[in-house]
């Protein structure tokens, strides 16, 4: 493979001198070298920010997330040649499926979610408006920019692909190019994914450079709109988030670090329970998965003192039956850590574990390998402990061994259940193995505080379950204190955190025209054409349809109550509304919007295609019997859709305000209603 290229400035640049060797983790042969020396990384910087960074905001949200889906396909038709490479980090086919798919899966969330839940825009809409006068002439309200610098990932070993593209996939959708700096001693394989994204060209130029080898003094240039996340250990993540410009710019930094989770067998799950075989079942999974090597894997296995003989013996029992070893041989379940500089860390931290702790399984002395040879190879047995006094010894509650090793201690009851698993100091992930939801709800919100996630399994959601150690893109991974204090992915969260959230301040009708979202207050005018006969493109936000008036009589209200069955006292039973609030029989809600419906509604066919649903619906006012209302139908919102090969005509949604008013010109339901609307042809 030779030395390994840095993409820097749009160029594959290979970094002067030798370089640091890189190993293949089975065999122990060197396969490549890695050096960014000589890189400009100020310049780099600069050409994300100059380059890559205005033509990504220029993007709609839309138009992002077709981006990353279109990459999301590309790198599926590659994907054979990444699993191939993986095998040299020591990974069996289970663990390259999540590093691989697992990230390129999560390319595909995040285009799903921008074209379903982002406007088709380069900004977002944030909340609802802030009424900030009496008239409500100047109001309030927020926006979402993308920032207008550089995303810089610092990423850990162990997911060389799914490490990077769980964090691009959302700084692309927000708008905002990035700079990834591998873990070196994996780099090869990150370095070959990205030469593979370079040469689809889905990305535009400076969306995307690497650096394959150190970081050297690129955070000295990072600026305020620029944004620092970093996966790794807690010490290494300290002294980068503490660097003095870090600081003095009062950078953006996200930190994800390794941590102590822990998971918790519940008092009610007996040997002999579907929920004790499926927590031993994750224990062992956790701890031979990526050989122990994931920042979410189960450190602390907490197990009541009545049942850890049980336990230990069944944790035994299974993972005996994982075969350690090269994976590409028949049988092995479980491959070597990434290098052997790993190994004799995960062996050092086992040590100092031992001190306090008893060894129930494995030990480095019992390895045996299938395949390989143990001294050349990264290779490190499954390690079991036993701590018999937890809250008296706190090495097992701060000392991470990096691999696949976890201690088992024993707890009383829920309250100390709790308190073990706070004893961490914050991590990134916890779960809880019980049929109790009594015991659950008790763990959850005593230990909440000082998770990022709570997983909780019972023989219901196991069979779809995604694992203690699987982070979802639609969930926030991250975790308070010891794991970093930060927060990934997270659906949308993830976007915003690079994003600028703004607070804009305007008349009603200038606030409209800076969102294109029709605020309540703002101008609005009307056409002689009905707009349910414009298309979507010749629709304007503030275009309103007054409609015709009509009267609400008692007959309306009885004939609704027949056919929708809703017989409610305020609607039939003149008789019982002493002492309600209701003055006289009042109509129905869906009535009036029904009505409403009526009034705006144009029967003709046209452009309007389908009813496309119902988002908000307040009702304001009772409406009696003899009351007359009127509409007022005003473009809210418009959202194009995107055309499918299936589709006949092109679409996109229209928002509509519906105001019904009364005789007093007083709002009695605010509602808002969706269209489906033909769109001219792309």
């Not at 100020?42 to 100059?50: E, F, I, P, S």
């Not at 088992?408 to 990134?428: I, N, Q, R």
Request: proline share 4%; aromatic share 8%; net charge negative.
């Amino acid at each position: 493979m030779g030395k390994l290229k840095n993409y820097a400035q749009g160029k594959w640049v290979e970094g002067e001198g030798d370089g640091t060797p890189l190993f293949h983790a089975v065999s122990g042969d060197q396969i490549a070298t890695a050096t960014s020396k000589g890189l400009d990384f100020k310049g780099m910087l600069n050409y994300a920010r100059t380059v890559g960074g205005p033509v990504l905001r220029k993007m709609t949200f839309h138009e992002r997330g077709r981006m990353l889906k279109a990459l999301a396909l590309h790198l599926t038709e590659k994907k054979k040649q990444f699993y191939t490479l993986s095998a040299a980090t020591g990974a069996t086919k289970v663990d390259s499926w999540i590093d691989i798919e697992g990230g390129i899966g999560n390319l595909f969330v995040y285009a799903s979610k921008g074209r379903r839940e982002m406007p088709d825009e380069t900004f977002y809409v944030d909340g609802n408006p802030e009424p900030l006068s009496k008239e409500g002439t100047f109001i309030g309200h927020h926006i979402c920019v993308p920032m207008e610098g550089c995303a810089v990932h610092i990423n850990a070993f162990n997911f060389p692909c799914w490490g990077m593209l769980e964090k691009i996939a959302v700084n692309l959708l927000a708008g905002l190019p990035a700079i990834v700096k591998p873990a070196t001693v994996t780099s090869f394989l990150t370095e070959l994914m990205v030469q593979e994204i370079i040469k689809s060209k889905i990305l535009p130029d400076g969306a995307l450079q690497l650096i394959c080898g150190s970081a050297g003094d690129l955070l000295d240039h990072v600026t305020l709109n620029d944004v620092v996340t970093f996966t790794g250990s807690a010490s290494t993540g300290r002294m980068l988030k503490s660097q003095s410009n870090i600081i003095d710019n009062s950078i953006r930094f996200n930190m994800e670090a390794d941590s102590l989770n822990c998971s918790i067998l519940g008092l009610d799950a007996a040997p002999g329970t579907e929920e004790f075989d499926l927590f031993i079942k994750e224990v062992a999974r956790e701890m031979t998965v990526k050989a122990g090597q994931k920042c979410t894997a189960i450190r602390r296995t907490l197990v009541p003192d009545l049942y850890v003989e049980d336990a230990i013996k069944a944790l035994k029992t299974r993972l005996d039956k994982v075969l350690l070893g090269d994976p590409a041989v028949e049988g092995v379940k479980m491959g070597p850590l990434v290098g052997q500089a790993q190994v004799t860390e995960v062996n050092e931290r086992v040590g100092e574990l031992l001190e306090v702790c008893e060894l129930a399984y494995g030990g480095y002395d019992s390895m045996e390998v299938k395949g390989a040879d143990k001294d050349k190879g990264a290779f490190m047995p499954t390690t079991l402990l036993y701590c018999d006094e937890p809250f008296k010894k706190e090495q097992p509650h701060s000392i991470e061994a990096f691999g696949p090793v976890s201690t088992v201690m024993p707890y009383k009851d829920a309250d100390a259940a709790a308190e073990l698993s706070k004893m961490g100091k914050g991590s990134l992930v916890s779960s809880v193995f019980t049929a109790d939801n009594d015991f659950a709800k008790d763990i959850v919100l005593n230990t909440a505080a000082m998770h990022g996630r709570i997983m909780v399994i019972n023989k219901d959601s196991a069979g779809e379950s995604t694992g203690h150690g699987s982070p979802m893109p639609h969930l926030v991974h991250g975790g308070p204190g010891r794991a970093g204090g930060g927060e990934e992915m997270g659906g949308m969260r993830g976007v915003f955190h690079y994003m600028q959230r703004t607070a804009i301040q305007g008349s009603p009708t200038t606030l409209t025209k800076i969102t294109n979202v029709y605020q309540p207050g703002s101008e609005q005018f009307e056409d002689v054409v009905h707009p349910f006969r414009k298309m979507w493109d010749e629709l304007k936000i503030g275009e309103t349809y007054v409609t015709h008036k009509r009267t609400v009589t008692e007959t309306d209200i009885v004939n609704f109550a027949n056919i929708s069955g809703d017989n409610f006292y305020a609607h039939m039973d003149e008789t019982s509304l002493e002492g309600t609030i209701f003055e006289s029989r009042v109509a129905h809600g869906y009535f009036v919007l029904s009505a409403a419906a009526g009034l705006f509604v144009d029967p003709r066919k046209g452009p309007v295609l389908a009813n496309y649903g119902l988002d908000e619906c307040r009702f304001t006012k009772p409406v009696y019997v003899g009351a007359t209302i009127g509409v007022r139908l005003t473009v809210k919102e418009k959202t194009k859709q995107e055309r499918r090969e299936d589709d006949e005509v092109s679409k996109g949604i229209v928002k509509w305000q519906v105001e019904v008013y009364d005789e007093t010109d007083e709002t009695v339901a605010l509602a808002t209603v969706l269209t489906l609307v033909q769109r001219e042809d792309d």
